[in-house]
Every structure is written in C-alpha cells, then in structure tokens.
C-alpha cells in the first residue's frame, strides 16, 4: 500500500516480480477495507468480503490467505503479514482487533484499525462476465475448465482460480 500512497523512496526487485500481473492500483485502492475498533459492521459482510478479496475459509487460520469464523470472532491471514489477525464482534460492533500467533492461537499484540488487502492477484468484480468468458473459453477448450472446475467443487473461492485460469495463469 506504501506505492499506493507514493510512500517509498526506492523499490527493489527482481524482473520475475516486476513482469508478474497484479491488481491494477485503482482496483486495489477499492478493494481494501479498513476494520476499526468500535466500527459498526455486520460480520456477514467481512465474510463476503474476504472471500471476494480471493481468501479461503478454514476451520483454524494456519497459513496466509486464510480466514476462519468461530461464533462474533474473524480470524484472517494477510498474504504481507508476519501474523493473523483476530477481529472479535459484539453484535455488528467491533470490540478488539488483535495479532496472534498462529501456533499457540494466543494474542500477542493489539491494534486500533486493520488495514486488509487482497490475498489474490485477480479480483472477480462481475461475476456474470466471468461466467460469459467461461462459456467462450470452454467451448473453445473445455477440457481446460472442466479440470478446474472438477478440483473447486465445494469451495467458495473457485472462481478466483478460474479467473486466474481466464488470464493465463493456470
């Protein structure tokens, strides 16, 4: 988020990263959500979009990308982040947000304010164009999809791995 903000002096990598897709600025501008203390949210809306930000649900966050729910408590893996972040709601209103380890599970650091990033390179903004495109690409190589779509069956972030299909990467 730092190049987003012109917040850097210099940026160092290597040309693998550079030649790599990523979300265009624009798109990631939009596609952050900010989680603070005493914000008003219902905890629905941070599961919905968790899974639109390219997240997959577990039972116990292990490893980056991940997310998990256990009652007014949302646990996430920032794919930057050095631990998981624990969000626990009374209702619709934030009490604590907190950084955790993720072997013990325990609290180890607060925090006032998360800010959560995409945790995929492709974002599906409009799922019916990515079904048109589906439909086009399968007819002219279905066995392709079919593939993809037999290894995604029950998860609900299938179609970000479709769409990573649609550009190339798969």
């Not at 930000?53 to 577990?58: A, H, I, L």
């Not at 626990?88 to 209103?93: I, M, V």
């Not at 959560?116 to 279905?142: F, G, R």
């Not at 179609?159 to 550009?167: M, P, Q, S, T, W």
């Amino acid at each position: 988020l730092k190049i987003l903000d012109n917040d850097y002096d210099v940026i160092i990598t290597c040309i693998d990263a550079l030649m790599q897709y990523t979300i265009p600025p624009e798109t990631l501008k939009k596609s952050v959500l900010k989680l603070k203390v005493g914000q008003c949210v219902e905890l629905e809306n941070c599961i919905n979009t968790l899974t639109l930000m390219g997240y997959k649900r577990f039972d116990q966050v292990d490893g980056q990308g991940q997310f998990a729910v256990r009652g007014g408590i949302l646990d996430f893996f920032m794919p930057d982040g050095k631990n998981p972040v624990r969000v626990e709601f009374w209702g619709d209103e934030i009490t604590d947000i907190n950084y955790f380890e993720v072997e013990s599970q325990r609290r180890i650091e607060k925090a006032e304010e998360i800010i959560l990033t995409p945790s995929t390179e492709i974002l599906v903004e409009d799922n019916q164009a990515l079904a048109d495109t589906i439909i086009k690409k399968a007819t002219n190589n279905p066995t392709s999809v079919i593939n993809i779509v037999d290894d995604q069956i029950g998860s609900p972030t299938y179609a970000g791995d479709l769409a990573r299909f649609l550009v190339g990467e798969l």
